[in-house]
Structure formats: structure tokens, C-alpha cells
């Protein structure tokens, strides 16, 4: 199923023309970490702030927006799911994978990107030098599982902002990684194609920014690996030059 050796870094067989070479080491963890952004105003998925519902989710530390995402019956999909699915991974990460929601396994195990698609995600961080939970942080814009894996509903997408944007402002991650359309699309406020928006720096909330193909796609369509091993490439000489 494409889940082994080739996501492997070897010099620039499979990197795109003209990206810099990743950093065969990562690059140090700066000691000052940058002040949070403003919430609102920059990206596409905005959160009203006059929502008094928002506003206090805004606020919340750590074990208040878990507690929160947990007892979330906002749009209704907590009704029709097992458990939430809220984020894995370090909570000072320097990287914030971002994907659209939860699948039938995560809905189960209560964690974003596992099962096979899970494992290929697991394989092109290690590529790159990288593993779940050190120094990424995992999550989904949507933390409930729509039913039958049917794509994320405005209304959702938009009772859901505020955990994703509390989760970055905690967090304060250097660098985004979105994975898949919708995510993208959420972020971004756009209705443009993955493939439209690869290989250029974007910003969601001032924080940069990188476009993907979800790696659940990439199972399908296995060709587009080279592509998404671009992406990482990318992100990869992004983040050492921040």
C-alpha cells in the first residue's frame, strides 16, 4: 500500500525543482517563543468574536477546551459519534498538522490519523526527521466524526473554529501544515484546488502555512506521493529558515 521505505530522504531524486535541500538535522527549538496571534483577524476560518460561546472558548487553558471539545453538543455531531477525536502530540509543537475530521477508526480510538492512513502520515514525518508527539502536534478541524465520513457541513465547520483556534494559540506553532481539502479550504477561506495552492507559502492567524495532499487521498492515488514528498520538502526548508 506505499507505506514503506519510500518516504525516505535521499538527496534530490524526488524533490522538486528549485527547493532547497531539507536540513539533514533539525534545526534548534528557539528559547523565545513568538507572542499568540490576534484571534479573528487574519485567515479564512474566522471565529466571531461577539459570540459570547466563542469568546469563552477563546480563553480557555489545556484542560478546560478538552473538557469543552468533549461536552461540545454545538452542531449535533457529538449525537451521532462515538467520542471526540480533540489531538494528539506535543503541546509546544513547533508543527501543527492540521487534517478535516475524524474517520471511522479515529471516531473509535479517540485519535486522529491512525490505521493505514495514520501509518503513512507516521512514515513521511519520520522521512523528514520527525514523529508524533515530539515536536507535532495532530488534529482536525472538525473534532466529531460526520456520519459516514460525509463531508464537513458549513455549520459545523464553523461551531468547531474556535477549539481549532484555541488549539493554535496554545499551541504557537512556527509552521501549518494543512492535509486535504477541506482542511485546506477551511483555513485558507477558499474554494481553490490542492493542487492550485501547493509549493507557495500561505498564512492562517499569521502563522505559515503549507498545503498538502491528506494521506488517506495518497493511499488512492499513490502517484501524488511525489508531490506530497515535495510539500514536506518545503515545509522542512520553510521552518529551518523561520
Known sequence: MGLGPVWRLRGRVVEAPGLPEPAKTAPPRPAPRRPPPVPGLAGGAKVDLADDRAARILKMAWPELKSAVKSCEACGLRKTCTQTVFGVGDEQADWLLVGEAPGAEEDQRGEPFV?????????????????????????????????????PEPLEVAQCSPHLLRQLELIQPKLILAMGRFAVQTLLGTEASIASLRGRLHRYQGVPLIVTYHPAYLLRNLPDKAKAWEDLCFARSTIAGL
Open 115 to 151: 490505521g493505514q492512513a495514520g501509518r503513512l502520515l507516521d512514515n513521511m514525518l519520520a522521512a523528514i526527521g520527525l514523529s508524533r508527539g515530539d515536536n507535532v502536534y495532530i488534529c482536525n478541524v472538525l473534532k466529531c466524526r460526520p456520519p459516514g465520513n460525509r463531508n
